[in-house]
């Protein structure tokens, strides 16, 4: 079972490639946007993960938004549901395919530790923002294991405050049958993207929930408060007990 998923999401992969080749260049932002939707959609199937939008607030379409960082799933989960450009670590272009993909896609790449790199990439995101362009990151910059949240880092947050938008929160978690969150969704430690992917075809029965949150208004805030708030936001959403989100 697990070789037939596994040709199919290969198979996926060079239906990608073939698309953000041949067709991406000659077709307007729109149409990049349905294709990109219809492609997420199509891996999670293959991985047979069903994706549950949660009762919340509509999604904002002049918003920078933000959501706590589970997998490498989570672009696709987002995408899947609400095309976005995502700002991403630089590791995951250099992933066989997949890290191509993501580039053609628009996502942002930035390498962690570098001042001059963010400072690059949030000059980048204004302008994106402005251009009417829905812009995405992961504050907490690394993934971690669900049931915890690990401290937003608030300078990407100055980028919705120039752009005068306001930060709307998205929390994401991947549940079992019962309802219980799934270890198998897990991408931590020494984990390789193959690893993950080869648990994920052998898992049964695994949902993506997403919750849209209501919208932060940006106005006079400064970057650390709107981090902290939406920190909360999504840590009261998923439940996270207050110990699981305490401040580093």
Not at 122 to 136: C, K, M, Q, W
Not at 175 to 183: F, M, P, S, W
Not at 211 to 222: E, F, K, M, N, Y
Request: proline share 4%; aromatic share 8%.
């Amino acid at each position: 079972m697990i070789v037939v998923s596994f040709v199919r999401v290969m198979l996926h992969l060079l239906r990608g490639l073939a698309t953000a080749a041949f067709i991406f260049p000659w077709v307007a932002a729109t149409s990049r946007d349905r294709l990109s939707q219809e492609w997420a959609a199509g891996l999670l199937s293959i991985l047979k993960i069903k994706v549950d939008l949660l009762p919340g607030a509509e999604p904002v379409h002049r918003a920078l938004i933000v959501a706590n960082h589970v997998s490498w799933l989570d672009i696709f989960v987002i995408n899947s549901m609400q095309p976005c450009r995502f700002v991403a670590k630089a590791d995951i272009r250099k992933w066989p395919v997949l890290g191509w993909l993501c580039a053609q896609g628009g996502t942002i790449f930035i390498a962690r530790g570098k001042q001059r790199e963010v400072r690059r990439v949030y000059e980048g995101l204004v302008n994106s923002i402005e251009a009417g362009e829905r812009i995405a990151f992961f504050p907490e910059g690394t993934t971690v294991a669900q049931g915890s949240l690990l401290p937003f880092h608030p300078n990407l947050f100055e980028a919705a405050i120039e752009a005068q938008v306001p930060v709307q929160p998205y929390a994401l978690r991947y549940v079992d049958a019962r309802g219980n969150l799934h270890a198998a969704a897990d991408f931590i430690g020494d984990m390789s993207f193959v690893d993950s992917m080869l648990l994920i075809m052998k898992t049964r029965k695994m949902t993506a929930q997403l919750i849209v949150l209501p919208t932060i208004d940006t106005a006079g805030a400064h970057r650390r408060e709107l981090s902290q708030a939406a920190r909360g936001a999504i840590a009261d959403a998923l439940g996270y007990a207050e110990r699981a989100v305490q401040a580093a």
